[in-house]
């Protein structure tokens, strides 16, 4: 694209956890959340940051407050609409999947 200002409108409220790897969410927010649209304007080599949630509650047949102990990676669910002079006012849209997140859980009663 070379150097150019990029806007971006990017939504990524909630994450979930998964194994390592994986792409089975495990665990994660089990209540409401209102949808969130964050609206950032990038010039090149600059960086933005998007704020999302992550629970830690077990999404499986047990719905437990808690997934049971061990390592965990977090997985970012990232929607993009992207626009520059490049697009000739037409936006490009990309859903991203961020990761390389780690997170352990440990025994409550240890």
Same mark, same amino acid.
């Given at each position: 694209m070379g150097n150019t200002c990029l806007?971006?409108?990017?939504?990524?409220?909630?994450?979930?956890?998964?194994e390592p790897g994986g792409s089975v969410a495990l665990g994660g927010h089990a209540g @409401?959340?209102?949808?969130?649209?964050?609206?950032? @304007?990038?010039?090149?080599?600059?960086?933005?940051e998007l704020s999302f949630i992550v629970g830690t509650a077990d999404l499986g047949p047990s719905v437990s407050f808690l997934l049971s102990p061990g390592?965990?990676? *977090?997985?970012?669910?990232?929607?993009?609409?992207?626009?520059?002079?490049?697009?000739?006012? *037409?936006?490009? *849209?990309m859903d991203l999947q *961020?990761?390389?997140?780690y997170?352990?859980?440990s025994d409550p009663l240890r």
């Amino acid at each position: 694209m070379g150097n150019t200002c990029l806007l971006f409108d990017a939504s990524a409220p909630v994450g979930w956890l998964s194994e390592p790897g994986g792409s089975v969410a495990l665990g994660g927010h089990a209540g @409401k959340i209102a949808a969130s649209l964050q609206h950032m @304007k990038l010039e090149p080599g600059a960086v933005g940051e998007l704020s999302f949630i992550v629970g830690t509650a077990d999404l499986g047949p047990s719905v437990s407050f808690l997934l049971s102990p061990g390592h965990y990676e *977090v997985v970012v669910p990232v929607h993009v609409i992207m626009s520059s002079e490049h697009t000739e006012g *037409v936006p490009r *849209v990309m859903d991203l999947q *961020v990761r390389d997140c780690y997170l352990s859980i440990s025994d409550p009663l240890r």
